[in-house]
């Protein structure tokens, strides 16, 4: 245990899991001149949860207003990271987000155009053939319906999570590898003793960021979340037509079929195209999930590409899995655990689209720990709304598809 001239000491903050929430709130917390100490059970930029990879997208583009009001200061905070740490970590290439004609994924699309005109972000409407003139590698026709925001665009994943984690040493934050939490206890005067597999670590608050982990970490103070736990990935294509899908070529797109949503990011770090499907994956738990790709999903995607951008294809490069953790209604948890009678514990689930929010929602995290508020709209994330406490509400992982069944689209 870290001691103070002989006085065991007391961190103000203990961030649990060190991936891309929880280095961020790493990050924001170490500019506020406090002790803070991140705990990582596995090694500093491992591939075991949902944080790594070259490129995640990041959009304005969202069916849900609560979202926009989000991106909107996500894309300030990575902008402030960027000037710390002298390196881009945003890419800007346009975005895509299109449905066919006379189907329910049009009300979706419809759902995006209000959303975004209610925020007052522009966006351009454009049918097929639009699509297929402002960028020719797509072979979209008649009966497609599609919106292009140009803000939207690429979150160098990887990169960004070390940024946070060095930005925050250089801060003067200490964190440990190779440690998992295993039992949370308030002791007599207020202080949390963090119990982990090499020491105790002794603090007045923590943030809890562990992803799949999530109700391990929690389980100790009487605490669970429904969450499910799926098993993703994402294919990369050895296209031989390498600079039509070049950053400065070809933008993220997201296809919305009856299903599930499609989605596809140009080249970046790598030469390669990128595809994947979204929330399409079995449920599994941290420890039973396989690190194997599915080759049913890779026939999926690959006939997908056939389809709509059939230059995007080429050999398989490689395929990657990765976790998904959802709360029944894929909504973020942002919140103390006040009503469970833990207000020192707060937590953030990032319901397997989070990354592209990872900075901002990292400085909510440290706002919440250090001052108890924030001033960002972060009320529907509560822990306390149906979709956590009703043990009979039914999941919807499809994201908009139960606000298509909720709003009366024209």
């Not at 949860?49 to 979202?67: A, F, N, T, V, W």
Request: charged share 20%; hydrophobic share 35%.
């Amino acid at each position: 245990m870290g001691s103070d001239t002989g006085v065991e000491k007391v961190y103000d903050v203990i961030v649990v899991g060190c991936g891309g929430i929880g280095s961020a709130a790493l990050y924001w917390l170490s500019k506020r001149n406090i002790k803070v100490l991140g705990l990582e059970q596995f090694c500093l930029g491992h591939d075991n949860g949902g944080s790594q990879d070259h490129s995640r997208i990041i959009r304005l583009m969202y069916h849900e207003e609560k979202y926009i009001r989000l991106a909107k200061p996500a894309y300030q905070a990575w902008e402030e990271v960027e000037k710390d740490a002298g390196l881009q970590l945003v890419y800007k290439t346009g975005g895509l987000v299109f449905s066919h004609l006379n189907t329910p994924e049009e009300k979706i699309c419809q759902l995006y155009m209000k959303s975004m005109d209610k925020e007052k972000i522009p966006y351009e409407k454009l049918d097929g053939t639009g699509i297929k003139n402002r960028f020719p590698q797509f072979n979209t026709g008649s009966d497609i319906i599609g919106l292009f925001q140009p803000d939207s665009g690429i979150v160098d994943a990887a990169l960004a999570n070390s940024v946070h984690v060095q930005l925050a040493q250089g801060n003067g934050a200490e964190v440990v590898q190779n440690v998992a939490v295993t039992r949370i206890i308030r002791d007599q005067n207020g202080i949390l003793k963090v119990h982990t597999t090499k020491q105790v670590f002794l603090a007045r608050k923590i943030v809890v960021a562990a992803g799949a982990w999530l109700n391990e970490v929690l389980g100790s103070i009487g605490v669970h979340i429904p969450v499910t736990v799926t098993q993703e990935q994402v294919t990369y294509y050895a296209t031989p037509h390498v600079k039509d899908f070049t950053k400065e070529r070809f933008p993220v797109w997201l296809y919305q079929t009856p299903t599930c949503d499609i989605y596809g990011l140009p080249s970046h770090v790598n030469s390669y195209s990128k595809i994947g499907i979204d929330a399409g994956g079995p449920a599994v738990t941290a420890s039973t999930r396989s690190y194997t790709p599915d080759p049913k999903r890779e026939a999926a995607c690959e006939d997908i590409l056939k389809q709509l951008i059939p230059k995007a294809l080429g050999p398989i490069a490689y395929t990657k899995t990765c976790l998904y953790t959802m709360p029944p209604d894929r909504n973020f948890v942002i919140d103390d655990l006040s009503s469970k009678g833990w207000p020192e514990v707060i937590v953030c689930c990032g319901a397997g689209h989070a990354f592209k929010f990872a900075c901002i929602l990292g400085k909510i995290l440290s706002e919440l720990a250090l001052d108890g508020k924030t001033s960002l709209p972060i009320e529907e994330f509560t822990i306390e709304r149906d979709a956590i406490t009703d043990p009979n509400y039914k999941p919807s992982f499809y994201m908009g598809q139960a606000q298509v069944a909720k709003v009366d689209c024209p």
